[in-house]
């Protein structure tokens, strides 16, 4: 049945929370359900008329007065009811007396014995032998440690069918199949993000599928936010979810990607926040049987909570959540997969526009450049002024090491002006930011065309 007991009111919202489930109520549909309550004095004795007749009010007025909370917060790691402080966009404040109510959900108690989860253990094994201690420890992060995000992301790679999906099965049940989140790509660019609110976010077989256009998102535009939801700070994000007023989560998701293709992400050298794993695993290497088994030991022989039991039982102490991942022979892959014909032909040309000794050898690059010196120098890389490309264009000169510099006299753009265009002006990545905008401003006084005087002389040369 439904108890008073159940419910607390969210001023803010003019609503109810109903805590077995954390939904949000309209105060009406309270007061259909709950009966009348005495109307309490300061001291929690019930109000009486002259008569003796004990004074009501609605069961929705009477959580207002008694069981009250001045904001919602979705928080892992915190109580309930959060006393004293509540959650605002840049994190937590003191507030004396306050009350912050926690949509977070703890997951169900599922028992089980930890010596029992080696069929689990053996196959992440199988597929990832080089990466699986890190992985399962990061996953017995993610069920001992809600509340603090690991700053880096694992990336599963393989063939279909091996079992990527199944040995992330029992992490539904391990954090609470409410708090692990399975989106696409597009669901990053959306307007509604309540996905954030989610110990573990899984980006089921990522791989480019398109341009920003149309709500696509492509992978370079991926890796862009990616990198700002994987990191801390920001500790909170504002989770508009539909129908629901705003409110505050933290900023502790984990993210797992899986893929069955080595070019699903895009991924720069100096990348920390990704761990790749790469499975040799083929379909053929298990039997007909054998995930029909492996699934009849999660459901059917306590697999489920013998894994929940290995990971909360499961050794942390050399594991840190902060730290970059080990650069894996899976992530080298990945990050020169974009380095074909394309790469060879921007590096020939800046090597063109290169100062170089006596001998021919290159003494330093340039500063600064611009697309038309490098198509000059390459006429045959036609795709530098193809309007296609302009998304990708800066992701392959950050990897030569140019990024582009904006003008600080042209806040609207911040693009430079050349003989009357506005272009965008790259500068080695490696120089400090003042630098670079002093490169960028000398490139512009250079190849900016000055006109002519012109001076009238008379036929004796006066």
């Not at 009811?81 to 966009?89: F, G, T």
């Not at 074909?340 to 590096?347: A, K, N, Q």
């Amino acid at each position: 049945m439904i108890k008073f007991d159940d419910f607390y009111a969210i001023a803010p919202a003019n609503r109810c929370v109903y805590g077995p489930t954390r939904d949000l109520w309209q105060t009406v549909a309270v007061d259909k359900r709950l009966p009348r309550q005495p109307l309490l004095d300061a001291n929690g004795n019930p109000v009486k008329t002259g008569k003796g007749k004990i004074v009501t009010i609605s069961a929705s007025e009477a959580l207002a007065k008694q069981r009250s909370a001045e904001r919602t917060v979705w928080a892992p790691g915190e109580p309930e009811v959060i006393i004293d402080k509540l959650a605002i966009d840049t994190g937590w404040i003191e507030q004396p007396g306050a009350r912050s109510y926690n949509l977070y959900l703890p997951p169900n108690v599922i028992p089980g014995d930890p010596a029992q989860a080696t069929r689990w253990i053996k196959h992440w094994y199988t597929l990832y032998p080089s990466e699986a201690e890190h992985i399962i420890a990061w996953l017995a992060h993610r069920r001992q440690y809600p509340g603090i995000k690991p700053n880096h992301c694992i990336v599963l790679v393989g063939d279909p069918d091996i079992g990527k999906d199944t040995l992330l099965y029992p992490m539904r049940h391990a954090v609470g199949p409410w708090n692990f989140h399975d989106i696409t790509l597009n669901h990053l660019v959306s307007t509604h993000n309540d996905f954030l609110c989610a110990v573990i976010i899984r980006i089921n077989e990522a791989r480019d599928i398109g341009d920003t256009n149309r709500g696509r998102i492509d992978r370079y535009a991926l890796h862009d936010h990616m990198k700002a939801l994987m990191t801390s700070p920001p500790e909170t994000h504002r989770i508009n979810r539909k129908y629901i007023p705003q409110y505050i989560g933290l900023s502790v998701m984990g993210f797992i990607v899986t893929s069955n293709h080595a070019d699903a992400l895009f991924l720069p050298a100096d990348d920390r926040r990704h761990l790749i794993a790469a499975s040799e695993s083929k379909r053929a290497d298990f039997s007909q049987d054998f995930f029909k088994e492996f699934y009849h030991w999660y459901d059917n022989e306590g697999g489920i909570g013998h894994v929940i039991a290995y990971l909360q039982q499961y050794n942390l102490s050399k594991f840190d959540p902060k730290l970059a991942p080990l650069k894996t022979a899976g992530f080298w892959d990945m990050v020169h997969v974009d380095l074909g014909p394309d790469h060879s032909e921007l590096i020939e040309a800046i090597d063109a526009l290169s100062t170089r000794d006596e001998q021919g050898n290159i003494v330093a690059t340039p500063d600064a450049l611009i697309i038309a010196q490098l198509v000059e120098k390459a006429p045959s890389a036609e795709w530098l002024t193809d309007r296609k490309m302009s998304r990708a264009i800066p992701h392959r000169l950050r990897r030569c090491g140019y990024v582009s510099v904006a003008n600080p006299d042209v806040i609207t753009s911040g693009r430079w002006q050349i003989n009357n265009k506005q272009v965008v002006i790259y500068a080695r990545k490696d120089l400090p930011p003042a630098k670079r905008i002093e490169a960028a401003k000398q490139l512009k006084d250079a190849l900016t065309q000055k006109k002519p005087k012109l001076t009238l002389v008379n036929k004796d040369g006066e």
